[in-house]
């Protein structure tokens, strides 16, 4: 069965320092895998997907088909990419997410 | 421009009440989905909807049933509302496969008391 693995459940950061947001999945196939966002007080939303490979806010994120990982990462954190992130994949018609990581960037 | 509206942001029940949530969604998607939200636990798929009247299963259907008369319309019922079922409930929608991805709803915080 399709599993989504994020590992941190809080992460603070400084601002200007360097994000990383891990994400490690398992899944037969070839997978399609998202990020998710959500700002305080906002639905929750499609930061970037994979197969587009482009980068949305400065962040970026490389499928490691080897490692089964899709880290997000930014160079340098901004406060207002506070929020709750979520990791997920595709399998068939339905997502399946990751239990998410609450990011917070310090002044 | 709100694409997916959820009818309530907020709503509070009585134990062994049946709970209605409604969905409704604009972009002529054929994917409705309904997630539970939990703090530590991420979002949960409860039931999902490819097409008018097809119904199927996710991870967590227990005490849950789904309707879907209409194409943009997905409803989320609680048979009998008990106080595990308190939850953030999150309804989206998508073209097949997950297209473009899913958009979703601003979500409706039940609590069953």
């Known amino acids: 069965a399709q599993r989504v693995t994020q590992p941190e459940k809080l992460l603070s950061v400084f601002k200007g320092a360097p994000v990383e947001l891990k994400c490690n999945y398992s899944?037969?196939?070839?997978?399609?895998l998202f990020w998710y966002v959500q700002y305080s007080r906002q639905r929750l939303q499609l930061l970037l997907r994979?197969?587009s490979r482009e980068s949305i806010k400065g962040f970026t994120a490389d499928l490691n088909k080897g490692e089964t990982s899709f880290h997000l990462k930014k160079p340098f954190a901004q406060e207002e990419d506070s929020a709750m992130y979520y990791c997920?994949?595709?399998?068939?018609?339905?997502?399946?997410f990751g239990t998410g990581t609450r990011l917070t960037i310090i002044p | 421009d709100v694409k997916v509206t959820q009818s309530s942001r907020y709503l509070v029940k009585r134990t062994g009440e049946k709970v209605f949530l409604e969905c409704v969604q604009d972009?002529?998607?054929?994917?409705m989905f309904w997630y539970r939200q939990d703090p530590g636990l991420g979002l949960r798929l409860i039931y999902f909807?490819?097409?008018?009247?097809?119904?199927e299963k996710g991870d967590i259907p227990e005490g849950y049933s789904v309707s879907r008369e209409k194409k943009e319309r997905f409803s989320l019922i609680l048979e009998s509302a008990s106080t595990n079922q308190t939850s953030m409930y999150l309804c989206?929608?998508?073209?097949?496969?997950?297209?473009?991805?899913?958009?979703f709803g601003s979500g409706t915080r039940l609590t069953v008391v």
């Open positions: 909807s490819y097409d008018v009247k097809m119904k």
């Open positions: 989206a929608s998508s073209l097949p496969r997950g297209g473009h991805g899913y958009t």
């Open positions: 972009m002529d998607h054929e994917n």
């Open positions: 899944y037969s196939g070839s997978p399609e």
């Open positions: 994979h197969i």
């Open positions: 997920a994949l595709q399998d068939d018609e339905k997502l399946t």
